[in-house]
């Protein structure tokens, strides 16, 4: 049997693999804060990226690995492809960190290795213990993932498991690469391996999975059954494709089913003790946060973070809960910190208030972008009455977050109705401080806007998403927009905040085209996708 840490590790890779959606690029500070929030929700291994695919994406993992996580902290581990220009780079990103692992992957499907890779078995044998044995030059804590696992012929995985362990890997991953195995049959595999691998015993088995069939955390939780004990998933869900596991539906499945799932890790069903170390009542606040960055709207339907997963939030069977919350309810909201929304603040609330609410909600904010906050509050606070935390925290991620800004909105101001042409007159700013202003007719407020900004920065590009929700109930409630740009085949994503819908559009949209812009001079390599090319 794999090594057993006697509960299951949660494996973030939300700023990694969920970065891969397109649209979620991320930029430095957000990744960051998500990072600092994933310290804080308590999961035990960060992926913080893959450096070798920009050099944006080496600072970041740089960066996180600088400044989060330390002694106690959670690990801060990069990912490399087999080969050693990969995992030099990821060993130099990581190397500021206290705790740090690198993860290195090679596909063992036959077919990743004759379409992909164009390597035959005998290979990719030879490849695996070599750059293991380089990966452990740098660090001590070494990963080795074999991708496509779930499509391989389980008796080369064995072969290949075997060689990494032996060259110094403390940790096998098993990726369900394409979503394609269902709960029984990857369960199997886990316990094939277990019985198989002479030398498992040296090595913490983990899970990794897409969701293509949606059943990701279904064949997480059998693979936990069979001795996974790391789970590697990303908040909310997100993805390529129909995304990872989603962590919170793993840890919450955890905790709600601890009684069901304690005998698989030789306790008691009814021993207390945690099946991870995740603080539960972090989840829905870093899944705002994931959200609102990566501009990845959460499905109203979604478990646990949807807006209707709660009965007594949506409204649904509101009698039988008030009259006993488990006729309907399996999780206390209160337990995945769906407080009842604080109202923190008004109009009379000075500086250090809000300073220290925010702070409370775990934003530590530097001088100037508290400043830009404190600005912003007290916009709203002129606006709507009463100022929740959720508008605290609409305020700060849509604010304070954003790229270097190419394009500065300085003026909305639009005229539509019954009998009027919807007609928008725009201001922006370019990064010299040019102010230029022009009219545009569209065939609602909002398109208006559009073609107004589209005629000010002349960027061409294809709006494919835009969507209204509001952040709080009431009818003087900011209105969030979430906005995706088609370019060049790629897609930007842009969010905003505001009482007034259509400024919060044009907000959004102006976010979304600084970092098309942004991502302009950047190029960035895909782990899975791009082939090794000065191999090893
Ligand atoms: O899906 C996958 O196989 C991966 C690996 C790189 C772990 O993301
Ligand atoms: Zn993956």
Known sequence: ????????????????????????????????????????????????????????????????????????????????????ADIKSCADAISPAPRKRIHTFIATSDIHLQHKLRKTRKEVLDIVPEMVQYAKSFSDDVEFSCEDAARSDPEFLYEVIKLAIAAGAGTINIPDTVGFTTPSEFGELISGINKNVSNID??????????????????????????????????????????????????????????????????????PTPLTAVRTEEITKTSRLVSNLTGMVVQPNKAIVGANAFAHESGIHQDGVLKNRLTYEIVDAKTVGLSDNRISLGKLSGRSAVRA???????????????????????????????????????????????????????????????????????????????????????????????????LTSEPNELIEFSVKSVTEGIDALGEVTIKLRHDGMIFSGHSADTDVVVAAAQAYINALNRLVASKNKQSIHPQHDVVKANL
């Open 357 to 455: 609410r925010l702070e409370e909600l775990g934003y530590d904010l530097t001088r100037e972008d508290l400043n830009e906050a404190f600005a912003r509050f007290k916009d709203l606070a002129d606006r709507k009455r009463e100022i929740t935390d959720r508008d605290l925290e609409a305020i700060v991620s849509e604010q304070v977050m954003q790229p270097e800004a190419r394009f500065q909105l300085h003026l909305v101001q639009v005229s539509c109705g019954t009998a009027l042409k919807p007609t928008a007159t725009v201001t922006i700013s370019d990064q010299d401080g040019r102010e230029q202003t022009t009219v545009a007719i569209g065939t609602g407020p909002v398109d208006a806007v559009c073609k107004a900004l589209d005629l």
């Open 202 to 271: 040296e090595a913490i088995l983990s899970v990794h999975g897409h969701n293509d069939l949606g059943l990701a955390v279904a064949n997480f939780l059998e693979a936990v059954k069979n001795g996974a004990r790391q789970l590697e998933c990303t908040i909310n869900g997100i993805g390529e494709r129909a995304g990872n596991a989603a962590l919170e539906e793993l840890v919450m499945a955890l905790h709600v089913r601890r009684r069901y799932f304690n005998p698989f890790f030789g306790r008691d069903s009814d021993n």
């Open 1 to 84: 049997m794999a090594k057993d840490p006697g509960r299951v590790l949660i494996f973030d890779t939300t700023l990694r693999d969920g970065e891969q959606s397109p649209g979620a690029s991320l930029n430095l500070e957000e990744k960051l804060a998500i990072a600092q929030q994933l310290a804080r929700l308590g999961v035990d291994v960060i992926e913080a990226g893959f450096p070798f695919a920009s050099q944006g994406d080496f600072a970041a993992v740089q960066r996180i690995a600088e400044q989060v996580g330390g002694e106690e902290g959670p690990i801060i581990c990069g990912l490399a492809r087999a080969s050693k």
